[in-house]
């Protein structure tokens, strides 16, 4: 079988957007591969250890390809992705001078070649990604993530991803019942149940995503610690209210709530969080390039949250701030 394989060159800044661009055009699969450049440190602090070389895309650049069934009219797919690639820049997303390029390929060049780059990943002190076709043996006190990201985001090698599970291993204590905005592959909510969270609720409005995240938690066997909704932190919310008797895995307000989404998605609902939180409770916000930093900081703040602490990685950060305790 072949498949048109479409080539964007581009910034790290606009990936995410883009990615969900090509999702929404029903690409069959997306890759990304970011900059890899020799001045761009590695992170060894966990022992983490490289298969792939680094490559030679500029810093802040990356590469991201979609496949499309052979057949499918790669004109207008281009020249929709375009016009919704130039828009970015009212959002103050930089795409770019970006680039296309188009290739005819066989299905086993893509389907499956990428895994033998997903290798298992330490990403924090207790937490391993292992991809589901690895062997591998834990160690004392190592938690294992067992994935298959599919098409949805979310392996854990982004930064974005990353920061938040490290994020997650130094905030949870245990017992705690989250929300997970966004939640991809469902790698976030996974992780914090192994990091000792009772219960999560897994919210995405990606079809794709949805079925990713329930098979994943499947491979993990917590079925009945996560479950994976199809809807958005706003819709719990009235759900909740109303008492239409959705059967919820948490009860609102709860412990913590994680969004590893885009800035100015985090922008949208930050009251909605505020609301969906108990007081003292924590709100990890990933997903944030640099140039957008100070103005999710700031509409934190006046919504009332208190910022505790700010993790980086590359040109990501994630914020992490709480509701105020009563009294």
């Known amino acids: ?39 761009k440190p590695r992170d060894t ?13 500029p810093e802040g650049h990356a590469v991201i390809k979609g496949y499309f069934l052979e057949g499918t009219d790669m004109e207008d797919v281009k020249s929709v992705l375009r016009t919704r690639i130039d828009e970015l820049r009212s959002y103050d997303i930089e795409p770019g001078s ?12 893509w389907a499956n070649a990428w895994k033998q780059y997903f290798k298992p990943l330490r990403v924090s002190e207790r937490l391993t990604i292992k991809p589901t076709w690895e062997e591998y043996e834990a160690g004392p006190d190592e938690r294992i993530i067992e994935l298959d990201p599919g098409m949805a985001f979310g392996t854990g090698t ?6 938040c599970l490290r994020t997650l291993d130094s905030v949870i204590k245990g017992g705690e019942q989250v929300i997970d905005v966004g939640t991809g592959s469902g790698i976030l909510a996974i992780g914090a149940v192994r990091l000792g969270a009772s219960s999560v609720l897994a919210l995405d409005l990606d079809p794709v995503a949805v079925s990713s995240a329930k098979e994943n938690t499947r491979l993990n066997g917590l079925e009945s610690a996560v479950q994976v909704h199809l809807s958005d932190l706003l819709g719990v919310l009235r759900s909740s209210e109303a008492g239409d008797g959705t059967a919820l895995n948490v009860q609102v307000p709860v412990d ?18 505020y609301e969906a939180l108990k007081p003292g409770g924590i709100y990890i916000a990933s997903g944030i390039y640099e140039n957008k930093e100070a103005a999710v900081a700031e509409a934190l703040e006046i919504a009332g949250f208190v910022i505790e602490s700010r993790e980086r990685e590359d040109k990501w950060t994630a914020i992490v701030a709480r509701k105020p305790p009563v009294g």
């Open 1 to 39: 079988m072949k498949w048109h394989e479409l080539t964007i060159s581009t910034t790290e800044e606009s990936v995410e957007m883009i990615t969900n661009f090509l999702h929404e055009m029903d690409a069959d699969g997306v890759s990304v591969e970011e900059s890899g450049t020799l001045n």
């Open 45 to 57: 602090s966990l022992g983490q250890w490289y298969e792939v070389p680094l490559n030679d895309i």
């Open 98 to 109: 970006y680039t296309f390029a188009e290739a005819l390929v066989d299905e086993e060049d």
């Open 158 to 163: 982004h930064p974005t991803t990353a920061l």
């Open 256 to 273: 913590l709530v994680v969004a590893n989404i885009l800035a100015e998605i985090i922008l949208l609902f930050i009251g909605d969080v």
